[in-house]
């Protein structure tokens, strides 16, 4: 006696030779629409025809690697190791590596169903795999198991970044981009026409772009990092980047260098005012709140609701350079108004034209009871694997923000994170040297309009800072594989 079929809807869930095909088709329209493209070509004019063009075609490619690389990868490189790297290397072994990570799952039909492997992007140093994740799914369940999915594919680390409901993009460093990139020192702006407040540059990010720092959506930055770890470049080169407007009177600096002024002594010309201990800091504080809170009365009786930096509001930005000296190393008199003035200060002074960057070496909530009101935070190499999330914020670590693995030959290196957004981005900030803090003080406090640089060696019309900035990028264009960004993702993936 036969047996009835009792599963509902059998014949929807068979994979028959007819739908694979189809599947296949529509997943991978280029690598297909290729193969036919070659095998029309080639009834219509011959293979060995073909073949000779394909040769030439090669040849050239090669040649256009070997004279222009970045040019290349830009154009054509990335595309070719994104479809390479999407079938030999991801999609070959995808699906064993999700069952061994324990990402796969089972449907009550006892199929077995993994993550579907959408596209790859690949760049000099990183690929980026775009999964649909299955049903019931979490992104955390994949940053539980990053580690093992970097080991499966050879990768130093991998991150993950949530790209829409359902969807994610696995990140797979492949090299270490600071060991070759160079990071050259952004050109100090002379005009105040160049600076804007959303894009201060400082340096470069991972993936070989230009990163700047923003003070209109930005708004505050906590600097966490141990000694030795760049604090002072990002400082320097902020500085650096607001030049032309800290000359005009357009900027107003606010510093507090507890330390005896040893980080910020040598530009106590460009300051409006300066502390050098933490008694004086809590002067600038006050002053600083104080002269804050007259302007929003001001501009509330005047019905202004935007700020715009002018001589009469200039922007106000508050330099600390070690917030532990004044929140928890000081008299508890002290300590105490200074939370308070500067957590007011953080909360009511953004629209009035008011800004926060503060330093500290612990970024724990017993010395930095304010840290959850900076908005923005940048973790520097740090000494303890807990101080990352007290830095970045909880579970940030689990996403790839290995802030206690920053080699101490990597000064400069820090994982940034601003609110609303759920990944960390990896970037250095350019070494800021005693040299090119010299030419911002002469800079920024002459009264020329414009400002010749001396040369020290009368045999050399370039004097030595110029020197040596020249002597870097050169060095830097030799030796760097720099790709630029087109800003468009969706085109970078290769959907085969």
Same mark, same amino acid.
């Given at each position: 006696?036969?047996?009835?079929?009792?599963?509902?809807?059998?014949?929807?869930?068979?994979?028959?030779?007819?739908?694979?095909?189809?599947?296949?088709?529509?997943?991978?329209?280029?690598?297909?629409?290729?193969?036919?493209?070659?095998?029309?070509?080639?009834?219509?004019?011959?293979?060995?025809?073909?073949?000779?063009?394909?040769?030439?075609?090669?040849?050239?490619?090669?040649?256009?690697?070997?004279?222009?690389?970045?040019?290349?990868?830009?154009?054509?490189?990335?595309?070719?190791?994104?479809?390479?790297?999407?079938?030999?290397?991801?999609?070959?072994?995808?699906?064993?590596?999700?069952?061994?990570?324990?990402?796969?799952?089972?449907?009550?039909?006892?199929?077995?169903?993994?993550?579907?492997?959408? %596209?790859? +992007?690949? $760049?000099?140093?990183?690929?980026?795999?775009?999964?649909?994740? *299955? =049903?019931? /799914?979490?992104? @955390?369940? !994949?940053?539980?198991?990053?580690?093992?999915?970097?080991?499966?594919?050879? %990768?130093? +680390?991998? $991150?993950?970044?949530?790209?829409?409901?359902?969807?994610?993009? *696995? =990140?797979? /460093?492949?090299? @270490?981009? !600071?060991?070759?990139?160079?990071?050259?020192?952004?050109?100090?702006?002379?005009?105040?026409?160049?600076?804007?407040?959303?894009?201060?540059?400082?340096?470069?990010?991972?993936?070989?772009?230009?990163?700047?720092?923003?003070?209109?959506?930005?708004?505050?930055?906590?600097?966490?990092?141990?000694?030795?770890?760049?604090?002072?470049?990002?400082?320097?080169?902020?500085?650096?980047?607001?030049?032309?407007?800290?000359?005009?009177?357009?900027?107003?600096?606010?510093?507090?260098?507890?330390?005896?002024?040893?980080?910020?002594?040598?530009?106590?010309?460009?300051?409006?005012?300066?502390?050098?201990?933490?008694?004086?800091?809590?002067?600038?504080?006050?002053?600083?709140?104080?002269?804050?809170?007259?302007?929003?009365?001001?501009?509330?009786?005047?019905?202004?609701?935007?700020?715009?930096?002018?001589?009469?509001?200039?922007?106000?930005?508050?330099?600390?350079?070690?917030?532990?000296?004044?929140?928890?190393?000081?008299?508890?008199?002290?300590?105490?108004?200074?939370?308070?003035?500067?957590?007011?200060?953080?909360?009511?002074?953004?629209?009035?034209?008011?800004?926060?960057?503060?330093?500290?070496?612990?970024?724990?909530?017993?010395?930095?009871?304010?840290?959850?009101?900076?908005?923005?935070?940048?973790?520097?190499?740090?000494?303890?694997?807990?101080?990352?999330?007290?830095?970045?914020?909880?579970?940030?670590?689990?996403?790839?923000?290995?802030?206690?693995?920053?080699?101490?030959?990597?000064?400069?290196?820090?994982?940034?994170?601003?609110?609303?957004?759920?990944?960390?981005?990896?970037?250095?900030?350019?070494?800021?040297?005693?040299?090119?803090?010299?030419?911002?003080?002469?800079?920024?406090?002459?009264?020329?309009?414009?400002?010749?640089?001396?040369?020290?060696?009368?045999?050399?019309?370039?004097?030595?800072?110029?020197?040596?900035?020249?002597?870097?990028?050169?060095?830097?264009?030799?030796?760097?594989?720099?790709?630029?960004?087109?800003?468009?993702?969706?085109?970078?993936?290769?959907?085969?």
């Amino acid at each position: 006696m036969a047996v009835r079929e009792t599963r509902v809807n059998a014949g929807d869930t068979e994979r028959t030779p007819a739908r694979v095909a189809i599947g296949f088709l529509l997943r991978h329209p280029r690598s297909v629409g290729s193969l036919a493209a070659v095998g029309i070509t080639g009834c219509y004019i011959g293979f060995h025809t073909m073949l000779i063009g394909v040769g030439v075609a090669v040849v050239a490619g090669a040649s256009w690697a070997v004279l222009d690389r970045p040019t290349f990868d830009r154009f054509a490189g990335r595309l070719l190791r994104a479809w390479w790297r999407r079938w030999a290397v991801y999609r070959r072994k995808w699906a064993d590596v999700a069952f061994r990570c324990g990402l796969a799952s089972s449907n009550r039909h006892g199929q077995s169903l993994v993550p579907t492997l959408l %596209a790859v +992007r690949s $760049t000099w140093c990183w690929d980026s795999v775009r999964v649909r994740i *299955l =049903d019931g /799914q979490a992104a @955390e369940d !994949f940053e539980q198991v990053l580690d093992r999915l970097a080991n499966a594919y050879n %990768a130093r +680390r991998a $991150t993950l970044r949530t790209l829409k409901p359902n969807m994610i993009s *696995l =990140d797979f /460093q492949r090299r @270490e981009p !600071f060991d070759t990139l160079m990071v050259p020192l952004p050109e100090m702006p002379r005009e105040e026409s160049a600076v804007n407040l959303e894009r201060l540059p400082l340096g470069r990010d991972e993936y070989g772009r230009d990163f700047a720092l923003d003070l209109v959506g930005g708004i505050h930055y906590l600097i966490a990092g141990a000694t030795g770890a760049g604090k002072g470049s990002w400082m320097w080169g902020l500085l650096r980047a607001l030049a032309p407007w800290i000359r005009s009177g357009l900027v107003r600096l606010w510093v507090i260098d507890p330390k005896g002024g040893m980080e910020f002594g040598q530009g106590a010309e460009l300051f409006h005012r300066f502390a050098t201990d933490d008694q004086s800091g809590l002067d600038v504080t006050r002053e600083y709140v104080d002269a804050l809170d007259e302007r929003k009365e001001a501009m509330g009786r005047a019905g202004l609701r935007n700020w715009t930096p002018s001589a009469e509001h200039p922007l106000d930005l508050l330099l600390v350079d070690e917030l532990a000296a004044m929140t928890e190393y000081t008299d508890r008199d002290i300590s105490r108004e200074f939370v308070k003035l500067l957590s007011k200060a953080l909360t009511q002074f953004r629209a009035v034209g008011g800004r926060v960057v503060g330093a500290t070496q612990e970024p724990t909530k017993e010395v930095i009871p304010m840290r959850g009101l900076f908005p923005t935070t940048v973790a520097l190499r740090l000494e303890e694997a807990s101080y990352v999330d007290m830095a970045l914020g909880e579970g940030v670590r689990d996403r790839g923000a290995f802030a206690d693995q920053i080699p101490e030959y990597m000064p400069g290196v820090a994982y940034l994170k601003q609110d609303g957004k759920r990944e960390p981005l990896r970037v250095r900030a350019a070494y800021t040297a005693d040299d090119d803090i010299t030419e911002l003080v002469r800079f920024a406090t002459s009264e020329d309009a414009t400002v010749l640089d001396f040369p020290t060696d009368t045999g050399s019309g370039t004097d030595s800072a110029d020197a040596a900035d020249t002597e870097q990028t050169e060095t830097g264009s030799l030796d760097v594989e720099y790709i630029e960004d087109d800003g468009d993702d969706d085109e970078d993936f290769d959907v085969a």
